[in-house]
């Protein structure tokens, strides 16, 4: 009776770990294939190539930063991705200087963000940073 007793609970719980969703994050990538300064250093214009599991939508943070003598030049921004197909698809937003802040230059910037992709069961939340040329 002991041995039915153990053989049903382990039946059960691999069947509970069988069912348990996976995160999605494990099959989403992010890179950044391309930033072109606008508006003479005022924004920068930024391309996403995105990998994530179909279905999902949502959006990403842009951020930016680049040494500008002894200080750091900041643009802040978003990027929509209406929905994910399973394949890498381009992402394009912008990024737009702080009011007040210096102009970003050409030359080499950090760029990082997050997602926050959902669909109605599901939400993932890939994240990137990664040191890329602006190009004007």
């Known amino acids: 009776m002991r041995r039915i007793v153990t053989a049903i609970a382990l039946l059960g719980l ?7 969703p996976t995160p999605a994050s494990a099959a989403s990538t992010v890179e950044v294939t391309s930033a072109t300064l606008v508006a003479r ?8 190539t995105v990998t994530c599991p179909a279905g999902l939508s949502g959006a990403t943070e842009l951020i930016v930063r ?15 991705l209406n929905s994910c197909t399973g394949e890498p698809q ?5 990024a737009w200087v702080e009011g007040g802040g210096l102009v970003l230059h050409k030359g080499v ?8 992709l959902c669909n109605q069961d599901v939400c993932d939340y890939p994240n990137f940073e990664q040191t890329f040329r602006i190009t004007r």
Do not use: H, K, N
Not at 66 to 80: F, K, T
């Open 14 to 20: 691999s069947l509970t770990v069988m069912l348990v």
């Open 66 to 80: 680049q040494r500008s003598g002894d200080r750091v030049a900041y643009a802040g921004g978003w990027a929509p």
């Open 41 to 48: 250093g005022v924004a920068v214009d930024i391309t996403l």
């Open 109 to 116: 910037a950090l760029i990082s963000g997050g997602f926050e």
């Open 90 to 94: 381009a992402v394009t937003g912008r």
